[in-house]
């Protein structure tokens, strides 16, 4: 296991792994958004009807800020992009808090991940500039594995604070922002490729992603999956806190299992799934098991199966992600990359709108088993589709 380890991250350059250092000082600190659907409905007394609708909002800004994220970077470029990002989501945070009513926090979440996922394409645009293209997937690998270590992390902690006080994870996810803009100053500012501004001229004339009908609709596929995984941070803390009455701290525990089990797994099965498999056949995979894991949770009503659900999910995640970035990096190119991975973004941003609305729709209207059950069929036949898809992508190459 240790080889496979040395063997993916030989070759990765300093920048990725100070990129990755970035992102886990930063996701440490992500403490609000697994928590955020037990705060409105425990903290502020909302009904899940009123919790998918915020949630729901907090996906719209995803939307926009992957799309207009992957424009400024194309523009402006990855480091000013990644900065402003960071540093506007600080007083941001600081004043979540104080908003305590429906349309209030709608508004406020909207523009938190509008400014959040900006961030997204940029730090994609980054990795690809600092990696050679057969490397790229390893790349995003280590930057997930660097996410999801945070994550072990974060939650756990975040669960500790939610003892006292629902505030201290906005203050908290506050100061995990600023050490991580400095950090990424500190090392970035005197390492920024020159000319990174690319001229009008030069835009207009590279084609757009969108009108890559077979990237739209490989998009769409993605943005499905994620509607499917997503109920990891929609209702999946809910159903925990309601059906198995954990606490706030052992919800966290679960959650920042997940980001462990990641860390230690991901460069291993993505070492082997790399070499005994093909990029759609992997993709395809890692969609199946997002189905499956949560039609486990029906099988038994015990907290081991929860735990299993979980592991099952972060081989899906393991397995679907990072091919999927590596997709778009495949289909780009140097001028117009940050569009490309805006649109991949945007995949999961759209998901973010429609993943906690119409999982709370079901669960207020029928139950949890039958949203797990809806959610195992459902990926069946994104399956499906990627396998039609990414068939007569393999031909057309």
Same mark, same amino acid.
């Given at each position: ?21 970035? /992102? ?34 907090? @996906?719209? @800004? ?27 989501? !600080? ?9 305590? &009513? ?6 406020? #979440? ?9 961030? *997204? ?22 930057? *997930? ?8 992390? @974060? ?63 490989? &998009? ?14 929609? &209702? ?11 606490? =706030? ?10 980001? %462990?089990?990641? #860390? ?7 070492? /082997? ?8 056949? /992997?993709? !395809?995979?890692? &969609? ?8 486990? %949770? ?5 907290? #081991?199966?929860?735990?299993?659900? !979980?592991?099952?999910?972060? #081989?899906? =995640? ?61 990926? %069946?036949? /994104? ?5 039609? %898809? ?8």
């Amino acid at each position: 296991m240790i080889k496979y380890y040395i063997d993916s991250f030989r070759g990765l350059s300093k920048e990725v792994w100070m990129l990755a250092l970035v /992102i886990l000082i930063n996701r440490t600190s992500a403490m609000v958004v697994p928590f955020l659907g037990v705060y409105m409905t425990q903290a502020l007394g909302f009904s899940l009807k009123e919790t998918g609708v915020v949630l729901s909002f907090f @996906g719209m @800004g995803a939307v926009l800020g992957s799309y207009v994220g992957g424009r400024l970077t194309d523009i402006f470029g990855f480091y000013s992009t990644q900065l402003y990002s960071f540093l506007l989501t !600080i007083p941001i945070f600081m004043i979540l808090p104080e908003l305590k &009513t429906v349309y209030s926090l709608s508004i406020g #979440v909207f523009v938190l991940s509008a400014v959040a996922d900006a961030f *997204r394409p940029a730090n994609s645009v980054a990795l690809s500039y600092y990696t050679p293209q057969e490397k790229i997937t390893k790349a995003f690998s280590l930057n *997930r594995m660097a996410v999801n270590l945070g994550f072990s992390i @974060g939650p756990a902690l975040g669960g500790f604070l939610a003892g006292f006080s629902y505030h201290w994870l906005f203050y908290g996810n506050a100061l995990g922002e600023l050490l991580a803009s400095i950090l990424f100053v500190y090392y970035f500012k005197s390492r920024m490729p020159r000319h990174q501004k690319k001229e009008r001229s030069v835009l207009k004339s590279v084609e757009s992603p969108y009108k890559n009908l077979r990237m739209l609709a490989f &998009t769409f596929l993605c943005a499905l999956y994620a509607i499917c995984f997503f109920q990891l941070l929609n &209702t999946l803390p809910l159903y925990y806190k309601t059906e198995h009455q954990l606490t =706030e701290f052992q919800i966290g525990v679960i959650l920042g299992y997940s980001g %462990l089990f990641i #860390v230690l797994f991901e460069m291993l099965i993505v070492q /082997i799934a790399g070499k005994v498999m093909s990029i759609s056949q /992997i993709i !395809i995979l890692g &969609t199946l098991l997002c189905g499956l894991a949560f039609v486990v %949770l029906n099988l038994s009503f015990t907290h #081991v199966m929860l735990y299993i659900g !979980i592991s099952i999910l972060c #081989v899906s =995640e393991i397995l679907a992600m990072p091919y999927m970035s590596t997709v778009y990096v495949q289909e780009s190119s140097e001028h117009n990359r940050g569009a490309y991975m805006g649109m991949y973004s945007l995949a999961f941003s759209v998901a973010h709108i429609f993943s906690p609305y119409l999982g709370t729709f079901i669960v207020e209207k029928q139950s949890f088993e039958v949203l797990w059950y809806l959610t195992g069929l459902a990926s %069946l036949g /994104i399956a499906f589709g990627f396998y039609m %898809l990414m068939k007569k992508r393999v031909s057309a190459h």
